[in-house]
């Protein structure tokens, strides 16, 4: 049983830990347990046995997990809820080390050297040691569900090779204001595309009505699943430290991964087994404000972002 229960971006990134599970340990069956709403992470993943839901009452979760006779539970969340978990079903576990102390001196006092040297991934895989377990060094895993056209979402002119730009984010300090996105837009030169929910809507009508023909928006318009398979078949992508950025890792295209309030080296998240990925962020002295970013600026400039040279998108795009 591989248990983790949030994020999006969290719960991509086990996937390696289960193919490598699969693969490497001779007849074993591999389960995952995580929350409902992200259950779609793991839907027709073939390296999966059985997926299992968190349920209201966690006493049930518990009796579920007994029922199936567990040789082992690797443990990729680690908090309150997996500790009476493992406690209560005393089935033998390998735990992640989360370094909560050394996260927090680092974001606190901006102790660099503090920053994570290792993916998140990698951090996974350490706890599969135990059952000599080795990283195979493939991409993440991600299945889209149907089967979709490109004719099905995008209109003839963005048929051909298009850039994918994800716009949308959880919060405020990770997302780039529509006047930047406008400018970077405007020195592209394939066909963009813009991604995210109902909550940038209005941001994409009026990044697009500033550019012109060029772009065009999905925003609220697409479930996920059809937003996945869109960015699978970008000719390039570009995007901000959100759940859909990385997932778009599992179809190996060049990503321009661009950070704001958070870092990559605080996570341990940036671009994985991507062949050709650019890491997009400025240093700044209150750079990261936050571990998963906040709903404005603290200090109410919002240079991490602002002043984000458009150059270096662009170029990244039009090569």
């Not at 000599?132 to 089967?147: A, C, E, L, M, S």
């Not at 995210?196 to 550019?211: L, M, T």
């Not at 995007?239 to 661009?258: C, K, M, W, Y």
Request: hydrophobic fraction near 35%; aromatic fraction near 10%.
């Amino acid at each position: 049983m591989v248990i983790r229960f949030s994020s999006m971006g969290d719960i991509i990134y086990t996937t390696p830990v289960v193919r490598c599970l699969k693969e490497q340990v001779p007849g074993c069956e591999v389960h995952f347990l995580t929350k409902e709403q992200f259950k779609y992470i793991y839907e027709g993943n073939p390296y999966i046995s059985k997926l299992h839901l968190l349920k209201p009452k966690l006493k049930d979760t518990i009796r579920e997990i007994k029922d199936e006779q567990f040789d082992m539970i690797i443990d990729l969340h680690n908090n309150l809820r997996t500790s009476i978990i493992k406690l209560s079903t005393q089935i033998p576990s390998s735990t992640y080390k989360k370094d909560r102390i050394r996260k927090w001196l680092a974001l606190k006092f901006k102790w660099t050297s503090l920053f994570s040297k290792d993916h998140l991934v990698d951090r996974y895989m350490e706890t599969l040691k135990v059952l000599g377990v080795k990283n195979d060094n493939r991409p993440i895993d991600y299945y889209v569900h149907k089967q979709y056209q490109v004719a099905d979402f995008l209109p003839p002119s963005h048929q051909g090779k298009f850039i994918a730009f994800i716009i949308g984010a959880t919060h405020f300090t990770k997302r780039m204001p529509n006047e930047k996105i406008i400018e970077i837009c405007r020195g592209i030169d394939l066909p963009v595309v813009l991604l995210g929910g109902n909550d940038v809507k209005e941001n994409a009508v009026e990044i697009s009505n500033a550019v012109g023909a060029n772009v065009y928006s999905t925003c609220g318009l697409t479930n996920l699943d059809q937003s996945v398979f869109i960015v699978s078949q970008a000719h390039k992508i570009i995007g901000f430290d959100t759940g859909l950025t990385h997932i778009a890792e599992a179809f190996n295209r060049p990503i321009a991964s661009v950070w704001g309030g958070t870092t990559p080296e605080l996570l341990g998240v940036y671009p994985y087994q991507v062949k050709d990925s650019l890491i997009v962020g400025i240093e700044l002295p209150c750079r990261p404000c936050s571990k998963f970013g906040l709903e404005q600026c603290p200090l109410g400039h919002f240079k991490c972002m602002k002043n984000i040279p458009a150059e270096e998108i662009v170029n990244f795009s039009n090569t």
